[in-house]
């Protein structure tokens, strides 16, 4: 019989690990949001939340292949702007792990609008700063959306469940914080 210490703790270890990649801040705080609502400590999933530091897509992917190229993760969401034009081709996979990119349109703050049932008419064809004015004027200003404990004000779990049948891009960025997303075959 061995003779191991009953009271050493257990070392626990994430079955899956997924990097959420936001373009900015903002995306940063939402994302953390979720994270924070949605997975449970002991689910056996690890998501860690980037911040690419704004820019160009380029750019947002460059950050996103050094990010996977330092640590390793089974898959990475990475959540953009559509308000500058994206490269023609989009890696499927960086460094062995399976990429996926969520593009709000214009911007983010449009997302948050259609979750809030918030009708902007011709929503992907208004500027971004529009869209932002409007999210800003409503819901959270400037400086309060780059925070994550502020989200729980305007979206609780029940809209979001709600919601994310109908917006694709916010369904996209649930699935990555249940177990079989990690286990089906794309």
Known sequence: MSRTNPYKKKHRQAKHTCLLMGEGPTEQ??????????LARDSGISCKVENAGGGSPDSIIHTTKKRLRNAAFDRCIVLMNGDRKW?????????????????SEPCIESLFLRILNCHV?????????????IFHEKYLNKKDKTQAGNYHRIFNHE???????????LDDILKCFSDSFYTKKR
């Open 29 to 38: 705080a939402f994302l953390i949001y979720l994270k924070e609502l949605y």
């Open 87 to 103: 490269p023609n081709i989009l890696l499927k996979t960086i460094s062995g792990t399976k990429v996926s990119f969520s593009k």
């Open 121 to 133: 008419p011709n929503i992907q064809c208004v500027r971004s700063d529009v869209v932002k004015g």
């Open 159 to 169: 809209m979001l469940e709600k919601q994310r049948l109908s917006i694709r891009q």
